[in-house]
């Protein structure tokens, strides 16, 4: 892995949809291993917390983009619910296996629906009549 920059913006700066891939429990969850190693991630010296979230746009998932926050929720959040980033974000971008992707470090997220469906860009919920 090659990091090849680090930059910060607010949560609100970024546009599409983040949505939960699977639940996430707050009581289970750990913080972060370093890549390769048992070692805690840090970022800024804080440890962070992985979310279990996929990036959507207008072209559809973005499956270079990995999520991770500071504070984890407080609460359960079931699956296939609608999240969004809050506070600053921190964007890394990184290449692993020939391949660009982004980590976006937020303080937190927040339910905005808990959802039973998975978001789809709006092209593709047309059908062919």
Known sequence: MFSLSSFALSATD????FQTTRAFDPARS????AYGTDDVALVDGRPVYT???QFIDETGVDTGVNVQVFDKP?????????????GAL????WVR???VHYTLTADGVEVEQLDV?????????RGDD
């Open 30 to 33: 750990q913080p972060k291993k």
């Open 97 to 99: 296996d020939g391949r």
């Open 74 to 86: 407080a609460q359960p959040i079931p699956a296939l619910s609608r999240v969004s980033l809050t």
């Open 14 to 17: 970024i546009d599409g949809l």
């Open 90 to 93: 921190r964007v890394s971008a």
């Open 51 to 53: 979310m279990p979230v």
């Open 117 to 125: 469906t998975p978001v789809a860009p709006a092209h593709a919920l």
